[in-house]
T-cell receptor
Framework: KNQVEQSPQSLIILEGKNCTLQ??????????LRWYKQDTGRGPVSLTI?????NTKSNGRYTATLDADTKQSSLHITASQLSDSASYIC????????????FGTGTRLTVIP | DAGVIQSPRHEVTEMGQEVTLRCKPI?????LFWYRQTMMRGLELLIY????????DSGMPEDRFSAKMPNASFSTLKIQPSEPRDSAVYFC??????????????FGPGTRLTVL
């Protein structure tokens, strides 16, 4: 069964600290993996998209890694800011079909001053 | 471009009433998606269209739900009759395979539906 599991479910960190969010998936055949940031009351916004051949991709203070062998991805946030408080959703696309997307339930990150 | 536009942003209705949610995709995008998001289940795909044609509606929960896309710039999601368990945030997203090899989806701000 195709699934996407994220951990932790929620996380609270101090401003300026780093954190890492995890995503494990069983989706096969794999096409790509996306990390979305969803601010409260807003729609998800794409942070990174990685294909099978990409191990790491950065977007400012956000760095995503992908290990296609172990089917794991992580999102590392460096020097967190209050504006990083949001839900982070991992989404894996299956190769077949135009839109076979599998969503994780997200990690709720709260950055406190 | 203004991005994906959804209306209304909030809707409160009574059980049994008809609810219509509206979406205007990004101009030029040929895919349109309707999602539902709840705390328990996260984001779930309800239905998606390609070039205004419904492709996969297997996520539509019941016959009470219906979606239409009469033209490339407008889509509706209708719930009739609504029930309290339909309370959720409904997102519309659009994408274009021509502009992105990843077929990246761009989400609207969502409609928060509360059925009393």
């Amino acid at each position: 069964k195709n699934q996407v599991e994220q951990s932790p479910q929620s996380l609270i960190i101090l401003e300026g600290k780093n954190c890492t969010l995890q995503c494990n998936y069983t989706v096969s055949p794999f096409s790509n993996l996306r990390w979305y940031k969803q601010d409260t009351g807003r729609g998800p916004v794409s942070l990174t998209i990685m294909t099978f051949s990409e191990n790491t991709k950065s977007n400012g203070r956000y760095t995503a890694t992908l290990d296609a062998d172990t089917k794991q991805s992580s999102l590392h946030i460096t020097a967190s800011q209050l504006s990083d408080s949001a839900s982070y959703i991992c989404v894996v696309k299956e190769q077949t079909g135009a839109n076979n997307l599998f969503f994780g339930t997200g990690t709720r990150l709260t950055v406190i001053p | 471009d203004a991005g994906v536009i959804q209306s209304p942003r909030h809707e409160v209705t009574e059980m049994g009433q008809e609810v219509t949610l509206r979406c205007k995709p990004i101009s030029g995008h040929d895919y349109l998606f309707w999602y539902r998001q709840t705390m328990m289940r996260g984001l779930e795909l309800l239905i998606y269209f390609n070039n205004n044609v419904p492709i996969d509606d297997s996520g539509m929960p019941e016959d009470r739900f219906s979606a239409k896309m009469p033209n490339a710039s407008f889509s509706t999601l209708k719930i009739q009759p609504s029930e309290p368990r339909d309370s959720a945030v409904y997102f519309c997203a659009s994408s274009s395979q021509r502009s992105s090899s990843y077929n990246e989806q761009f989400f609207g701000p969502g409609t928060r539906l509360t059925v009393l």
